[in-house]
């Protein structure tokens, strides 16, 4: 249960030069370490910074600096009000309460498995969880054909599903357009290598043109089950045959990236 942490004070007795006895009451240092948005401590002022204590001291057991694997904040846990509230007001609240191995009294409250997953889905925000880089030493070539087809089986990307279910895949690729300048499109596969449908199959590049371009697209992943693990792959076609993609050697980088994104979207 939050509580909200006391100012410390002491009472002094003095005297006037007139011989009047009086109290006074003065600050006293109040310094704490406070739990971060980033999943680490911070030194605050609890006497000049509203703080809380959200976790309290019984049934625990863990290193002095009060994590027990390294980022599972375990015993007296304190934050900023400003920082707490930040947390809660997260979509993934709602997630979490009907998952928590205990279940806490009312909405402002949080367990110690909420305020895990609620810190690591903020540390983890807007950062990258799945990554593929083909970038063998020699040049390497594949031809695309006129129907959608996965060129290499390492062309995909492996993540677990973050907290806010959302999650951004992006590829980029050496289109080499001197062997044709015709319309390249892409789609979003699953393990098999088949086009998880129309909405994911899109026009990458379409040149007038035998320029050599770099190709770059991104998919949209929404409503996914957090934790849950996914894999999918990257499939390529073109409108006619005779169409090549180069990386490796003196070409850059095939890359697939798969990035959390927040819970709410603007779609």
């Not at 993934?92 to 110690?112: F, G, M, V, Y």
């Not at 043109?209 to 849950?228: C, K, N, Q, R, Y």
Request: charged content about 20%; proline content about 2%; glycine content about 8%.
């Amino acid at each position: 249960m939050i509580r909200p942490v006391s100012a410390k004070v002491k009472t002094i007795f003095r005297e006037s030069t007139n011989g009047t006895k009086f109290t006074e009451t003065v600050s006293m240092g109040n310094t704490i370490r406070a739990l971060g948005i980033n999943g680490r401590y911070k030194y605050v002022d609890a006497n000049t910074i509203d703080c809380y204590q959200i976790l309290d001291l019984s049934n625990y057991s863990c290193d002095e600096d009060g994590f027990n694997t390294g980022d599972f904040p375990c015993h007296d846990v304190y934050m900023t009000v400003d920082d707490y509230n930040y947390l809660i007001s997260r979509n993934a609240i709602s997630n979490l309460k009907s998952k928590a191995n205990k279940t806490t009294s009312n909405n402002d409250e949080l367990n110690r498995g909420e305020l895990k997953t609620l810190i690591e889905s903020q540390v983890y925000s807007t950062q990258i969880i799945g990554m593929t880089y083909l970038d063998p030493k020699s040049n390497v070539k594949k031809s695309i054909t006129k129907g959608y087809s996965l060129l290499d089986n390492k062309m995909k990307i492996d993540f677990t599903v973050p907290e806010s279910g959302n999650v951004l895949i992006s590829c980029s690729f050496f289109r080499d357009s001197v062997s044709s300048n015709l319309t390249i499109y892409g789609a979003l596969g699953d393990t098999q290598g088949n086009s998880l449908g129309d909405s994911f199959e899109k026009i990458l590049y379409k040149a007038d043109e035998v320029d050599d371009v770099i190709v770059s697209h991104e998919w949209l992943l929404t409503g996914l089950i957090a934790g849950e693990s996914k894999s999918y792959t990257i499939l390529l076609k073109g409108e006619n045959t005779g169409m090549n993609i180069m990386y490796g050697g003196d070409y850059p980088a095939f890359i697939v990236k798969a990035s959390v994104l927040p819970s709410t979207l603007l779609t």
